[in-house]
């Protein structure tokens, strides 16, 4: 989704954001420590051009909200252009989202559509792009599910982050 927006928009960069605390989901499911989640996310895009892992919200520490990191990103190159990716369950949630009112201020949002998924409207206010890519049919949940299951996961996502689980041990798969 990442090098299909950056190529679509003509992106300089795109940064995959490593939550450091995702509020929404804390309490509600087991939660992969950050540190794990940004190890595969840096294997998920290691040689991918234009694209890059990103720990500001984990260098911030606490619960993650976009409405900080924009305003940090923000401040970080005042004169820079940002957008906000989302696919649709995300773009779904966004109403709920922490101080959601001051985010159009902070960036464009791109709305991921892909075949029989489109993306909801964005609330009012919002300046906004819509990018279709394909559709993968390939979850977190499966991908953890399989592990766990001692299944095999090669060809559903990257090589090094299949590695990065392995060495890791994480998600019931084999070390």
Not at 28 to 52: D, K, N, W
Not at 157 to 164: H, I, L, M, N, R
Request: hydrophobic share 45%.
């Amino acid at each position: 989704m990442a090098a299909d927006v950056r190529f679509a928009l003509g992106l300089d960069l795109v940064l995959l954001v490593v939550a450091n605390v995702p509020w929404q989901k804390v309490g509600s499911r087991p939660v992969t420590p950050a540190e794990h989640r940004l190890a595969m996310v840096r294997a998920a895009v290691a040689g991918v051009e234009g694209l890059a892992a990103s720990d500001v919200e984990i260098r911030r520490g606490g619960p993650s909200y976009t409405a900080d990191t924009l305003a940090e990103l923000a401040a970080g190159d005042p004169a820079g252009q940002r957008f906000l990716i989302l696919g649709a369950d995300a773009a779904a949630g966004l109403p709920t989202w922490e101080r959601a009112e001051r985010l159009p201020a902070l960036a464009t949002l791109v709305l991921v559509d892909r075949p029989g998924l489109t993306c909801p409207p964005p609330p009012p206010g919002w300046e906004f792009e819509r990018v279709e890519i394909p559709r993968l049919d390939v979850s977190s949940t499966d991908v953890r599910a399989r592990l766990a299951a001692g299944r095999p996961i090669d060809g559903l996502v990257p090589p090094g982050v299949v590695a990065c689980i392995r060495e890791l041990g994480i998600y019931g798969g084999p070390r």
